[in-house]
């Protein structure tokens, strides 16, 4: 129950976009669902998330830049990247939990299913 698969991650260059994607084993419109990344030596950290009610948010460090969103026909969760910084750099992984989100939807220890992780790699 509540497999998640990533994909689309890369190497790109600054300024580049990329599309990640996660493919989940059941309906995705079940889930509190969110993008988190983590770098060598750092503690994950919340990206975007994206609560059942359509409620979305985003950390300061991506607002304006990355998107998520999701599609329930195909059951997976997108995260559009754009305008890509060097500091974007990490191992990008999505997470759900069944139901809806706590008042904060990029507090980690809520998810209770985790991905393996797409690694993002942005060079200037």
């Known amino acids: 129950q509540g497999q998640l698969v990533e994909s689309g991650g890369g190497s790109v260059q600054a300024g580049d976009s990329l599309r990640l994607s996660c493919a989940a084993s059941n309906p995705v419109d079940w889930y509190c669902m969110g993008w988190f990344r983590q770098t060598p030596g750092k503690e994950r950290e919340g990206g975007a998330g994206s609560n059942r009610n359509g409620r979305t948010t985003y950390a300061d460090s991506v607002k304006g830049r990355f998107t998520i969103s999701r599609d329930d026909a195909r059951k997976t969760l997108y995260l559009q990247m754009n305008s890509l910084k060097d500091e974007d750099t990490a191992m990008y992984s999505c997470?759900?939990?069944?139901?809806?989100?706590?008042?904060?939807?990029?507090?980690?220890?809520?998810?209770?299913?985790w991905g393996q992780g797409t690694q993002v790699t942005v060079s200037s």
């Open positions: 997470a759900a939990m069944l139901g809806s989100c706590g008042p904060s939807l990029l507090e980690r220890n809520q998810y209770t299913y």
